[in-house]
């Protein structure tokens, strides 16, 4: 007698979890020589801003930068507030995409003139 045919084990599908964010600086993070240093083509009445990738819910992850976990440092000391409108088109994205969207985003930015910290 042949053996019972075996179900395939079926994987749930991956929710793609990852995002890209945008955090607005505080212009004073101007005064920091590291920041200006990375951002010679910054142009006059743009802002500032943090791009960041994460596997966690934007909003969450700002709060977390604030609170100093796992922080970056200019957004732990400048971070204002979550500019939505330039990400939010883009999430959830599988880890790689986010990886590689974070870098481009910032380039975009600073291609436009803002004030770009990027990690």
Known sequence: MPA???KAASRPRQRHHHHVYVVKLDDRVWNEARFRK???EHQ???PFVY???TGLDPDLRFDKH????Q???FVFEYGLC???ALYEVY???PYQAAREMEVELAIALREVGYGVWQA
């Open 44 to 46: 006059l009445g743009r």
């Open 82 to 84: 979550l500019l939505p």
């Open 91 to 93: 999430n959830p994205m």
């Open 38 to 40: 990375a951002n010679p």
């Open 51 to 53: 791009v960041g990738m």
């Open 66 to 69: 604030k609170a100093g976990i």
């Open 71 to 73: 922080a970056n440092r």
């Open 4 to 6: 019972p045919a075996r």
